[in-house]
């Protein structure tokens, strides 16, 4: 039996389109229309290198066991161990992530997300400055000059420009591209400068000292230079114009301007910057986040504990202190001896230098399908797909939250992130 879904939201990435239609035929996503290539990968692979049952590694041999089995021994360790690490949570519901931060306090360990190796800088420059932002749609509506500094969406976020940037007609924007001025910054070329109105090519690791240089410009201080960060200096001064003229100036910036030398004080600058262009125009400033609920971590931890991710529990009261409680400086100084894995592939996206010592302690991941992390990881739990499979909250990247339904159904006794974390709690409390 075959049946058609309208206005689905799509999991693939912090822009959570919510205007996917989809064919299902036997409880399987057949086909769907609008979503990208991240999409396509989240509602047409949901079967690829699926896990069907828990898995339990003993003596480098991984055996299929049952969930209550699997559950058992992943409280038992996670209750034995010293300095427990929870870590991922940016691809799931606000609801799992609830669960999980109660987790970790209850297990008196450590919780952190993906964030804390990229957009948690964002969130920790929040704690000390203001931030001029707006919505996806407040953007699409009104905005009429666009700026992409290190960010590069046709290849990150597909349907980020198309979706409500660049293309489409907004209400006060009827005449869509045509009205707006798109401008990128970044130190390279790439596929959105090709198609941007202007594009400013700035040295490698020189973000701050152009930052500072269009503060100065802004202010009335003209330094005596031609050219800043390999940018002649006329070409600031046109870009400063553009902004201060406009009636809605958007600045999206990636990961390029994080990665740069200086990260923290990379936004920190920016974000007064902006706060400055604001006595001429109205500019905001919207974080380019990758994947589909990190911002909806951030929120959740913010709400409980009053930190945005890293927070230690070791302690009984939270701490927070970047660079000693977050994951990359865990693992670096072999300070956690057991960790749980949900919703992330860190074996795939840390260095070696780093995930070298999971092999080392008891790793226990929740996942829908295999990956190098779920190869080294001495419990393996299946897990239904958020978004897709599941319902619950998500962030968008402008901290909007959406409502995800579930448009099919498990694997049979395949669980919710969710009620798999709700059964582990009880666990650990009757445990203890």
């Not at 070298?356 to 739990?381: A, C, D, F, G, N």
């Amino acid at each position: 039996m075959s049946k058609e879904i309208s206005d689905v939201i799509c999991p693939g990435c912090g822009v959570l389109c919510d205007d996917i239609k989809v064919k299902l035929e036997d409880n399987t996503v057949v086909t769907n229309y609008n979503a990208c290539s991240k999409g396509n990968a989240k509602f047409l692979d949901i079967a690829s290198n699926r896990i069907l049952n828990p898995t339990i590694m003993t003596d480098k041999t991984t055996k299929e066991t049952d969930l209550d089995s699997a559950l058992s021994k992943t409280a038992e360790i996670l209750i034995n161990a010293d300095s427990p690490l929870l870590y991922g949570w940016s691809a799931t519901t606000c609801e799992a992530q609830r669960l999980g931060i109660q987790l970790a306090k209850e297990l008196k360990g450590i919780v952190d997300s993906t964030s804390s190796f990229c957009h948690g800088v964002t969130l920790s420059t929040l704690i000390e400055n203001s931030w001029s932002t707006a919505t996806l749609g407040e953007v699409m509506n009104r905005a009429d000059v666009i700026l992409y500094w290190g960010a590069n969406p046709i290849e990150s976020h597909p349907r980020h420009m198309s979706r409500y940037s660049t293309v489409p007609r907004g209400i006060f924007r009827q005449a869509g591209k045509d009205e707006r001025t798109v401008v990128v910054i970044d130190i390279r070329k790439t596929r959105t400068a090709n198609i941007a109105d202007r594009f400013l090519e700035v040295e490698p690791n020189r973000d701050f000292e152009l930052i500072s240089v269009m503060r100065s410009l802004l202010n009335g201080y003209r330094p005596n230079i031609d050219t800043v960060a390999n940018i002649p200096l006329k070409e600031v001064d046109r870009l400063l114009e553009l902004i201060k003229e406009a009636n809605f100036c958007t600045i999206f910036f990636g990961l390029g301007l994080l990665m740069s030398a200086g990260t923290y004080h990379n936004i920190s600058s920016l974000l007064s910057f902006v706060a400055e262009l604001n006595q001429f125009a109205k500019v905001v400033a919207i974080p380019m986040i990758g994947h589909y609920n990190m911002i909806g971590f951030n929120q959740v931890c913010s709400w409980l504990t009053g930190f945005p991710y890293g927070v230690d529990f070791r302690k009984e009261d939270p701490m927070f202190n970047p660079g000693e409680t977050t994951t990359a400086e865990l693992l670096q100084k072999k300070e956690i001896d057991a960790m749980l894995c949900i919703a992330s592939d860190p074996v795939s996206t840390l260095p070696y230098s780093l995930t070298s010592y999971l092999k080392e302690i008891p790793v226990i991941t929740m996942e829908r399908q295999m990956t190098p992390t779920t190869r080294i990881s001495k419990i393996v739990i299946p897990v239904a797909l958020s978004g897709i499979e599941v319902s619950g909250t998500a962030y968008r990247m402008d901290s909007v939250p959406l409502y995800m339904k579930n448009i099919i159904s498990p694997p049979n006794g395949i669980l919710s992130d969710e009620m798999i974390l709700t059964k582990l709690l009880e666990l650990v409390k009757e445990a203890k």
